[in-house]
Antibody, heavy 118, light 111 residues
Framework: EVHLVQSGAEVKKPGESLRISCKAS????????IAWVRQMPGRGLEWMGI????????RYSPSFQGQVTISADTSITTAYLQWSSLKASDTAIYYC???????????WGQGTLVTVSS | QSVLTQPPSVSGAPGQRVSISCTGS?????????VHWYQQVPETVPKLIIY???SRPSGVPDRFSASRSGTSASLAISGLQAEDETDYYC???????????FGSGTRVTVL
């Protein structure tokens, strides 16, 4: 069975850096794209970007290009989402999810709540 | 503002049928890209309920059905139940943005 397990909730100050993780199991991690999705408080789902762990080919939504970095380590079947300088507006739940060839997403990680506050 | 537009809310009595629209454009649904639907209970993880416009994953009740036509898609829930009261999102790919897009989301209320 496929599982995506994300790292725990984070509380950070504006300007700090952060990397959250998504540990995959139950499938060939290197050969399936994995995406990150943001959900701000009380808001909808926003696709941030996607990575192919096998060769680290990464695509970003124009809204998130330059704001975050997506990476992956095939040796430990883990994908990452990182910020170099957090803003209060980065406060949200972040989900990782596996991409299927037909362009849908399933399953989803449990989500990581990131709170940025001074 | 979402690329795919959904009504903020729809409602229906138990047992009734409700429908949720997902309106796109010629760069996404109208360009032939498939539509997928997710159910999200507040504070929980999104769950895939429809893929490839009208297919249901194993375990999803056949009360849920969906279709795509032109630049739009729709999700229908028949025999509405109290447990269906939650949020629903459509999703597709946009060639203009070269990326995936979600609908704005619809809250279903069971009266």
């Amino acid at each position: 069975e496929v599982h995506l397990v994300q790292s725990g909730a984070e509380v950070k100050k504006p300007g700090e850096s952060l990397r959250i993780s998504c540990k995959a199991s139950g499938y060939n991690f290197a050969t399936q794209w994995i995406a990150w999705v943001r959900q701000m408080p009380g808001r909808g789902l926003e696709w941030m970007g996607i990575i192919y762990p096998g060769d680290s080919d990464t695509r970003y939504s124009p809204s998130f290009q330059g704001q975050v970095t997506i990476s992956a380590d095939t040796s430990i079947t883990t994908a990452y989402l990182q910020w170099s300088s957090l803003k209060a507006s980065d406060t949200a739940i972040y989900y990782c999810t596996r991409h299927w060839e037909g362009d849908w997403f399933d399953p989803w990680g449990q989500g990581t709540l990131v709170t940025v506050s001074s | 503002q979402s690329v795919l537009t959904q009504p903020p809310s729809v409602s229906g009595a138990p047992g009734q049928r409700v429908s949720i629209s997902c309106t796109g454009s010629n760069s996404n649904i109208g360009d032939g890209f498939d539509v997928h639907w997710y159910q999200q209970v507040p504070e929980t993880v999104p769950k895939l309920i429809i893929y490839n416009n009208s297919s249901r994953p194993s375990g999803v009740p056949d009360r849920f059905s969906a279709s795509r036509s032109g630049t739009s898609a729709s999700l229908a829930i028949s025999g509405l139940q109290a447990e269906d009261e939650t949020d629903y999102y459509c999703q597709s790919y946009d060639s203009g943005l070269s990326g995936f897009v979600f609908g704005s989301g619809t809250r279903v209320t069971v009266l």
